[in-house]
């Protein structure tokens, strides 16, 4: 018996069946994953969010095989065709992949050529042939000749000869064998281990598709062959570059129609008992089993196992795009603070942007330090006015066009008033651009031009990245690998759920928030959201957790599953500004009675609350875990999971590719982390690559186990490419720079990096995205 869902969960999350049921029992109810990771332990026995994520994309997978399963059972047995063995195998198939192949013989098809030979009755000839090679293929044939005829599919054109009737044989025969589904998973499991995928460039544009120039004549096994590689050629094949073909490792190219039998045509001929021992029929055997496989059987599984390499290509990608964007979004925080954005411009200006320590625009301008106007003095000045004016401690800068340039003119501010105390950062104003257009931003700052929105959003996101990110398509920030050509619909699920995840482990203050920052909030959508933030505008701010309950569309449901999230700062009860649930409140004020204290006393109060043993409180209701995780929040109410914001200085004298030199340490940050290794920005205008090998002085499998979007590092220079504009950077500070001329040892990916770096295409041709500086000039 094939174990239920919840037993294949549970083997696969390495979880109790009741852990699983129980939690896939809330998801069905409504429940979201960061409600049921921080609020239903007890339920799930503990079950994480990383946990709970797989179990629902997984949950959806096998539910789909058993509506799967479903359909096929009931399709064969409405054919009249369904066995006892049949209907055990299918109900014990595992995947779809083994569910299909068991199906095959049985799917609704277009009439085939083995059809209209088995209706001419050519089906016992390829029986006899089959079953007994010692007899004459042609003279056993010539009995099997008939007139042309109609039948009730159509007409049938008989068998006018013994190579008709020959033919008609093979026909079935090759059906038989590639229908066959041991047979198919068998050759699967071959073909996948000595599969080779080879690309050949498109006769005649070998200019057009330079980018691809390492494609042009290119192989690598089917199983070794990393996500960005895969994906690199696929791109090529669908911009009609690239020639991209799977074949045998004992084979050279493609199999030809006169090339020696390979070992999968031998597990064809052993499946069904074929040899060549000169016996009549077995030539003509033989050569039915090559039509087999070269016809029917590897092209189908050609196109499976591609289609497969692509699907999990696209896993991967969207993998790295989750973790970054993850990094990116939980990224430090500069706080409350009076902050001057500063979006970079080179003809067009530098666009200006005052926020107050809430976010609230205060001041814009536009200045015009570098060409063509070169009015240093005058940006200087303005400047100079709005932070003296404004009280401004923070100045973040986008790292587009003219970011160095811009960010002297912000080091002249800083030499020119120190006793403002000003403070400058250079920020990724990733999406900057599409905010800026965007239906909320004319909405939120209707007052101001569109190009002025695009610096009020970099000195946002430098006080808060993630309140500032979320008002943008996470697809559009740009922290992805070759996101435009991965499934849209995948992508879109994954980094929604690590938006989702992110919200909620921070928390959103209720009286401050965005709606697209409420929205994001476990249990809320953009209109129970837009209604929040109307309900704040007419009434006033919330003083507590309860007022929620009287925002329209806002019911039982949904106050269950967003309440915990939501904080309430300065209001009635001090509960509300920490990420203990109202549901749970009188188990605190239980515990307060208990011990003779009142919540404000007890509050930060680590010792105490240390004494206080989780045990002697837990009911059918609230059970060690949550009361554990009460005592933790009381301790620090609203703690932020978040890093200290800390910045990167870049060298000064260091601003274009031009100015580094091999064995230069300098300071960066990290914008872009790939499954080879992680991007840089050194504040050159061209983002530097440290490969995987060099991240670290021990073995690194996977960079981000290393590195992080948004972290600061130092890295030494290698090597410089200023035509290529390729700079190779390491984390391991005793490297030396390869000798000029030499060839570096061991080069590795090294060379898949700079091809992804080439293919790379994180933006919209129309968007100002802060990739820009990170990707643009990679681009081929």
């Avoid at 029992?25 to 979201?32: I, Q």
């Avoid at 209209?116 to 016992?124: D, P």
């Avoid at 515990?591 to 004494?611: F, N, P, Q, R, Y």
Wanted: hydrophobic share 40%; aromatic share 4%.
């Amino acid at each position: 018996m094939l174990p239920s869902i919840e037993q294949r969960l549970a083997l696969e999350l390495v979880a109790k069946p009741a852990q699983v049921a129980a939690a896939i029992a809330l998801l069905d109810e409504g429940a979201t994953v960061p409600f049921i990771a921080r609020y239903r332990k007890e339920a799930t026995g503990g079950l994480d969010d990383t946990q709970l994520r797989l179990l629902e994309e997984r949950l959806r997978y096998l539910r789909e095989l058993e509506d799967r399963r479903a359909a096929v059972i009931a399709s064969i047995e409405e054919q009249g065709k369904m066995t006892p063995a049949l209907l055990d195998a299918i109900t014990h198939a595992e995947d779809k992949t083994r569910l299909e192949d068991l199906y095959l013989p049985y799917k609704p098809k277009r009439r085939t050529k083995a059809q209209i030979a088995a209706e001419a009755g050519l089906t016992e000839l390829a029986d006899a042939l089959l079953t007994n090679p010692n007899l004459n293929p042609e003279e056993e044939a010539a009995k099997y000749l008939k007139p042309a005829f109609t039948t009730a599919n159509g007409d049938n054109p008989g068998v006018a000869d013994a190579k008709a009737a020959l033919d008609g044989a093979r026909q079935i025969l090759m059906e038989r064998f590639a229908e066959d589904a041991g047979l198919l998973q068998s050759l699967r499991e071959y073909l996948t281990e000595h599969g080779v995928v080879e690309s050949k460039v498109v006769e005649g544009k070998q200019e057009a598709g330079e980018k691809f120039a390492d494609y042009f004549d290119y192989s690598e096994t089917l199983g070794t062959m990393p996500s960005h590689r895969a994906l690199a050629l696929f791109r090529g094949r669908r911009e009609e570059i690239l020639n991209v073909s799977l074949r045998l490792d004992s084979e050279e190219e493609k199999p030809k129609w006169d090339a020696p039998h390979n070992p999968c045509e031998g597990r064809i001929a052993k499946q069904f008992g074929i040899a060549n021992q000169g016996r009549p029929a077995d030539k003509w055997l033989s050569d039915t089993v090559r039509w087999a496989w070269r016809v029917k059987v590897f092209m189908h599984l050609e196109t499976e196992l591609m289609t497969k390499l692509r699907e999990e290509a696209e896993t991967e990608a969207i993998h790295v795009f989750a973790r970054n964007l993850k990094d990116l979004l939980l990224a430090a925080p500069a706080g409350p603070r009076a902050t001057m954005g500063l979006d970079p411009g080179l003809r067009t200006g530098v666009k200006v942007a005052v926020v107050d320590a809430t976010g609230k625009v205060v001041d814009t301008a536009t200045i015009y330090p570098h060409q063509p106007r070169n009015d240093w003095h005058g940006s200087l000045h303005t400047l100079s006015q709005l932070a003296e004016k404004h009280k401004v401690s923070l100045i973040s800068i986008g790292n587009g066009t003219a970011s160095r340039e811009t960010d002297k003119l912000a080091q002249d501010l800083i030499k020119l008033r120190p006793e403002l105390k000003l403070t400058k950062i250079v920020v990724s104003e990733a999406g900057a651009s599409v905010y800026s257009a965007s239906e909320f931003a004319s909405k939120e700052l209707p007052e101001l031009d569109v190009s002025l929105r695009g610096a009020v959003s970099i000195a946002r996101r430098l006080q808060d990245p993630l309140a500032e990110l979320v008002k943008i398509d996470p697809k559009s920030i740009g922290v992805g690998q070759y996101q435009h050509d991965v499934s849209q619909s995948q992508l879109a699920r994954s980094l929604d759920a690590v938006v989702e995840d992110c919200v909620n482990a921070v928390g959103v203050d209720v009286n401050t928030a965005s709606a697209p920052l409420l929205a994001r909030v476990s249990g809320l959508n953009g209109s129970v959201a837009q209604s929040i933030v109307s309900y704040r505008d007419m009434k006033g701010m919330f003083r507590s957790r309860a007022d929620l309950r009287a925002v329209p569309r806002l019911g039982d449901k949904t106050f269950e599953q967003a309440a915990g999230f939501l904080r309430i700062m300065g209001g009635e009860n001090p509960l509300d500004a920490s990420a203990v649930h109202p549901e749970s409140y009188p188990l605190v004020e239980k515990i307060l009675a208990d011990i003779k204290k009142d919540v404000k006393s007890v509050i930060g109060e680590a010792g105490l609350l240390k004494t206080i043993q989780p045990a002697k409180y837990a009911d059918e209701k609230f059970g060690v875990p949550t009361i554990t995780d009460i005592l933790k929040e009381l301790e620090k109410p609203g703690r932020d999971p978040r890093p200290e914001f800390t910045t990167a200085t870049f060298k000064e004298g260091v601003e274009e590719i031009r100015d580094l030199r091999p064995d230069m340490i300098l300071e960066g940050v990290v914008t872009n982390v790939a499954a080879f290794g992680a991007f840089v920005d050194i504040g050159v205008h061209q983002d530097g690559l440290v490969h995987i090998s060099a991240l670290s002085n021990t073995f690194v499998k996977d960079p981000h186990s290393v590195v992080k979007a948004g972290q600061v590092v130092k890295v030494k220079v290698l090597e410089v490419d200023e035509k290529r504009k390729r700079i190779a950077l390491t984390m391991r500070l005793t490297d030396t720079p390869p000798q000029s001329g030499a060839k570096p040892a061991q080069r590795g990916d090294r060379n898949d990096a700079k091809r992804l770096a080439q293919h790379q295409n994180v933006r919209e041709p129309a968007m100002n995205s802060a990739m820009a500086a990170a990707f643009a000039k990679l681009k081929s």
